[in-house]
């Protein structure tokens, strides 16, 4: 068996979703488990509408829940124009999903009250609606093939809204849910994202999680290969809305695709490399506009060279320094400070230290002003906004040539706040100006990447 994800954007109208059924079309011997993404925008929009709805904007909300309605609609009817009886039961699942989501909205705006279990409720509706209209085209054009609901499969403990995935259970239960849906079928598809709890309530992985779900699915059914399908020719040398010339990467370890994504690049959920890790499952990124392109293979560490492979970033993020003069020569302050970020479940991303002086990065998270608060308590505590953080990733790329050389000229003249190196070698970060990070990514790119043989 094959997972084969697309996301937003290659299920993002007609034309897409076409693309991504003559795809699947072209792989049946290998029974492929579809998992497919909200329709592009459309999760943007239910966030919206979640946080509308709590603002108690009746007229906004219902606006924007006709205009959801309206565009799955559309797309239902492009694609089962000539299908007869297969139309009016799409155009029925998608009313009963919108009316549901309604209901839910309508609710939450009365009382002006957002739970977690409506917001997961809310925003797993895209999921849903595509995964409908799409289950019906590909039934449409001959490919035969079962629905299943992955809240079934998928479950979470932990925060509702960015689910921690059970992965006993998951193992469990997922065979047996593919191999029934498999029966008498050519293909499963199921949604992206959305879980629920042991107890069956509602629960979603987190932004982006789609990917995360296919890796999930992989590891449980011992996948052949994991395939993300998106709208960018594979794992690229940075992002290639932000940086120039960056250049196709054909095959990558895991260990680095999990840093990058852990380190700011959207290509990949950061979470979806260790299901795959478990099974040494290898994932494809391939590009849903361009399917001739072999994109990228992320695979076991031993296939992969050692070097620089990316430049990732993330663009706000806050510097804390923590100064004490008690540090020096005391034993227990390191713990004392962390255990506050522990206690407010606040992640640090980066950490460097000196006699009397612990600095800090953690990015968009909340209970940072509790931390802050905590921490004066017993130290001096600085908090740098508008700073961003780049990151440089590749197997042992410390040791490799005169890469750190060729950084430290590209940052020249910039101001550098903060510098750390992952012991794991396979990292190496610093913290600059938001206001240069555009600059300072592309000059790093180009110093690291052009002069490459
Ligand atoms: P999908 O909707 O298919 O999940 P995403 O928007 O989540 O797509 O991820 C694809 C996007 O990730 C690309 O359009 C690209 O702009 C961005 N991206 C960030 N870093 C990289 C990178 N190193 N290589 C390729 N794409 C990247
Ligand atoms: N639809 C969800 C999101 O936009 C999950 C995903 O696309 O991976 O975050
Ligand atoms: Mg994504």
Redesign the pocket.
């Known amino acids: 068996m094959i997972l084969m994800k697309f996301?937003?954007t290659s299920v993002a109208n007609s034309e897409a979703i076409q693309r991504a059924i003559s795809i699947i079309g072209s792989k049946l011997d290998e029974r492929p488990i579809v998992v497919v993404?909200?329709m592009s925008k459309?999760?943007?929009m239910l966030y919206r509408i979640a946080d509308m709805a709590a603002a108690q904007d009746e007229a906004q909300t219902s606006l924007l829940l006709e205009q959801l309605r309206e565009r799955h609609i559309t797309v239902a009817s492009e694609l089962l124009a000539n299908s007869g009886h297969m139309l009016n039961e799409a155009i029925s699942e998608i009313n009963n999903i919108c009316d549901y989501l309604e209901k839910v909205v309508t609710s939450v705006c009365a009382l002006g009250e957002l739970s977690a279990r409506s917001k997961a409720i809310i925003i797993s509706r895209?999921?849903n609606l595509s995964s409908t209209i799409i289950y019906h085209a590909m039934n449409a054009s001959g490919i035969d093939t079962e629905l299943i609901d992955a809240r079934q499969m998928i479950i979470t403990s932990g925060d509702t809204l960015i689910g921690d995935p059970i992965f006993d259970e998951i193992n469990n239960r997922v065979p047996g849910i593919i191999e029934k849906g498999y029966k008498g079928m050519k293909a499963v598809i199921t949604q992206?994202?959305i879980s629920s709890t042991i107890d069956g309530e509602p629960s979603v992985?987190?932004?982006?999680?789609?990917?995360y779900t296919a890796s999930l699915i992989g590891m449980a059914v011992d996948a052949k290969r994991i395939e993300i399908w998106t709208d960018v020719d594979g794992v690229r040398t940075a992002d290639p809305r932000r940086v120039e010339g960056t250049k196709c990467l054909d095959k990558i370890s895991f260990e680095e695709a999990a840093e990058m994504a852990h380190f700011g690049a959207k290509v990949l959920?950061p979470l979806t490399i260790e299901p795959a890790i478990n099974k040494n499952i290898p994932i494809l990124v391939l590009n849903s506009t361009n399917p001739q392109h072999p994109g990228t293979s992320i695979m076991g560490n031993d296939a992969i060279a050692d070097g620089v492979k990316a430049v990732s970033w993330k663009e706000d993020i806050l510097l804390i320094n923590i100064f004490s003069p008690k540090m020096i020569n005391a034993t227990g302050f390191v713990q004392k400070v962390f255990k506050v970020f522990r206690d407010y479940n606040v992640s640090v991303d980066l950490i460097s230290t000196s006699e009397a002086n612990i600095s800090v990065t953690v990015a968009g998270q909340q209970n940072v002003d509790q931390v802050v608060e905590h921490l004066s308590q017993f130290a001096e505590v600085h908090v740098f906004t508008d700073k961003s953080q780049v990151s440089i990733i590749g197997k042992n790329v410390i040791n490799y040539g005169d890469v750190l050389q060729r950084l430290m000229n590209a940052l020249k003249g910039n101001n550098l706040y903060m510098i750390s190196q992952g012991a794991s070698n396979i990292n190496i970060s610093f913290v600059v100006d938001r206001i240069d990070l555009t600059a300072i990514v592309n000059t790093i790119h180009s110093n690291l990447f052009a002069q490459q043989s």
Request: glycine share 36%; aromatic share 6%.
């Open positions: 996301g937003g993404s909200a459309v999760t943007d895209g999921e992206g994202f992985l987190g932004r982006g999680g789609s990917d959920h």
